[in-house]
C-alpha cells in the first residue's frame, strides 16, 4: 500500500505536466494544421501531432478519446484509404489529400476533446468561423480556378500565386467550406441570444465570406461543363 503511495506521488508531478501539455492542444495542432494548408511540407506533421496528444491523453486519463457516435463511421471511413491508394492513377496528388483527410480526422478528434467546457466550445467554434473566413479569403489566390477571376487585379494575383504554391481544385476547397457553413448558419440561428455581438459579425461575416466563395466555386464547375 505504501509502495502504491510513493508511486503516485512520484508520477503526480509528470501527470500535472502532461495535463498543462494537453490545455495547449487546440493551439499547437491548429498552427500546424494552418501551416499544413500554406504549404504540405507541414502535412505529416499535422497527422503526427494530433496522435501525439491522443497518446498523452491516454497516460493522462487511460484513454485515447471520449466516445462519440463519429468514432466508427472514422473507423470505416480509414479502412477505405488504403484502397484509395493502391488504385488511384496519381499517387502523389492522392497522398497529400490522404495526408489532408487524416489532419482532419486529427483535428476532429483534437476539437472533440479539448472543448470539455462552454468556454472552450465557444472558443473552438469561434476559431472555426475565423478559419472559414481565412479559407475564404485565400481561396482565390490558392485554388486552381479555370481562369483568372476578374475581379481580382492581375499584379495581387500574382503576388499571392507566388506565395501559394501548392493550389487546390475548387472541390475541395468547396468540400472544406461545406463543412464550416453550417456551423456558422447553427451558431447565428440556434445561439443567437447567447452569444454577444462581436461573436455574431464574426459569425455572420464568416458566412457571408464562406457562402461567396462557395458559389464561386459552383460557378467555375459550371464554366467547365
Known amino acids: ?25 487546440i493551439w499547437l495542432v491548429a498552427a500546424v494544421l494552418a501551416a499544413s494548408l500554406v504549404s504540405s511540407r507541414f502535412l505529416t506533421a499535422a497527422v503526427i501531432l494530433p496522435v501525439c496528444f491522443r497518446l498523452v491523453q491516454l497516460a493522462v486519463d487511460g484513454k485515447i478519446s471520449i466516445q462519440n457516435r463519429s468514432n466508427i463511421p472514422i473507423f470505416f471511413l480509414l479502412l477505405f484509404i488504403p484502397i484509395t491508394l493502391w488504385i488511384t492513377a496519381l499517387p ?39 478559419g472559414g473566413a481565412i479559407l475564404a479569403f485565400f481561396a482565390p489566390f ?19 500565386t507566388l506565395l501559394v504554391k501548392d493550389t487546390v481544385h475548387p472541390n475541395v476547397i468547396a468540400g472544406s467550406l461545406v463543412l464550416l457553413i453550417p456551423i456558422a448558419f447553427g451558431w447565428l440561428i440556434f445561439a443567437w441570444k447567447q452569444i454577444r455581438l462581436p461573436e455574431k459579425l464574426l459569425a455572420m461575416a464568416s458566412l457571408l465570406s464562406m457562402v461567396s466563395v462557395l458559389g464561386l466555386t459552383q460557378l467555375d464547375e459550371f464554366s467547365n461543363a
Open 92 to 130: 502523389d496528388i492522392t497522398k497529400i489529400q490522404v495526408l489532408r483527410l487524416l489532419s482532419g480526422i486529427g483535428i476532429f478528434y483534437t476539437m472533440v476533446n479539448w472543448a470539455n467546457s462552454l468556454k472552450r466550445l465557444r472558443l473552438v467554434i469561434n476559431g472555426l468561423l475565423i
Open 1 to 25: 500500500m505504501q509502495h502504491r503511495t510513493g508511486q503516485n506521488i512520484l508520477f503526480s508531478p509528470l501527470k500535472n505536466i502532461l495535463q498543462r501539455l494537453l490545455d495547449f492542444e
Open 142 to 160: 490558392s485554388v486552381t480556378w479555370s481562369a483568372k477571376l476578374p475581379f481580382i487585379p492581375g499584379a495581387l494575383y500574382q503576388r499571392f
